[in-house]
């Protein structure tokens, strides 16, 4: 019985427009998954970073380290849209209040 194929467990897509880079994240970020959302941010060059966590389902302690080395590399370049999990990760981590995080 064929049921289709399954979503992804993690993918993140580098969208490039002249000095702006968006990356778009889905699914889980946790240490398997972390280094490489992080190369994907590092391995454009741009000015402005938006780091699009709207589709991202689950995120662990690898994932918050990996948000603030992208913060502490690209001060005042980076913005993360969190989706509400994200958001509430970051809150409990006490982060909720960093000029780079936007509002779910």
């Known amino acids: 019985m064929d ?3 399954a979503p992804p467990v993690f993918s993140a897509t580098a969208e490039v427009d002249g000095d702006r880079l968006r990356v778009v994240v889905v699914g889980e ?3 398997a998954s972390a280094d ?3 190369r994907t941010v590092l391995g454009e060059p741009a000015e402005h970073v ?3 966590l709207h589709g ?3 995120f662990d302690s690898a994932a918050i380290h990996a948000v603030v080395r ?12 969190p989706s509400r999990q ?7 981590a006490g982060l909720g209040e ?3 995080l936007r509002p779910n």
């Open 86 to 92: 994200v958001r509430r990760v970051l809150d409990i």
């Open 50 to 52: 938006t780091l699009d």
């Open 29 to 31: 970020v946790d240490m």
């Open 36 to 38: 490489t959302m992080l």
């Open 98 to 100: 960093q000029e780079w």
């Open 70 to 81: 992208l913060a502490q590399r690209l001060p005042g370049a980076l913005t993360v849209l």
């Open 56 to 58: 991202v389902t689950f």
């Open 3 to 5: 049921q289709g194929a």
